[in-house]
């Protein structure tokens, strides 16, 4: 076991934890933040994304030990009341079916809103095809980023 401070949601959290431990376990086991979710565990789902100085990451394939000084932002950390842009336009064209994978695709959305603050289709279909939804809403989650982007 060793002792790690990571910087989260713009706090700093003590966690003890071995050095190969997923980050996506650490934020949800021993930090309590459980909107990051569990998918696949190998990378190839992108449930557990979350964002490592405000770039798309997998918290499943992301040792602790990696993190370092790096700041993660997770689904909680997107904004303090729920009203970022992406939540109000997933609200308003009611974008996610079961849900579970939407944490992940508001992460990828947002980091790409950043990269690219007006994105074509084809800039939201290059971004987000690593975010795979069970449900198929992916027509509305680009109509939602569309929305969010005006
Ligand atoms: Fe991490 Fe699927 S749970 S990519």
New binding site residues.
């Given amino acids: 076991m060793s002792q790690y401070t990571l910087s989260i949601n713009g706090q700093a959290r003590s966690v003890e934890a071995a050095p190969d431990t997923p980050l996506?376990w650490v934020l949800r086991d021993h930090l309590g933040l459980v909107g990051t979710k569990?998918?696949?565990?190998?990378?190839?789902?992108?449930?557990?994304t979350v964002q490592l100085d405000g770039q798309p990451a997998?918290?499943?394939?992301t040792p602790v030990s990696s993190v370092g000084s790096l700041k993660v932002r997770t689904i909680e950390g997107l904004s303090p009341d729920g009203q970022h842009p992406l939540q109000r336009a997933w609200v308003e064209l009611d974008v996610p079916q079961c849900g579970y994978c939407q944490a992940g695709q508001l992460m990828a959305a947002d980091a790409l809103l950043r990269e690219h603050p007006k994105p074509s289709d084809k800039d939201i279909d290059d971004a987000m095809a690593g975010n795979l939804c069970r449900c198929a809403t992916y027509l509305r989650i680009r109509a939602g980023i569309h929305r969010a982007a005006q």
């Fill in positions: 996506l569990f998918g696949c565990g190998a990378g190839q789902c992108g449930a557990c997998r918290a499943c394939l």
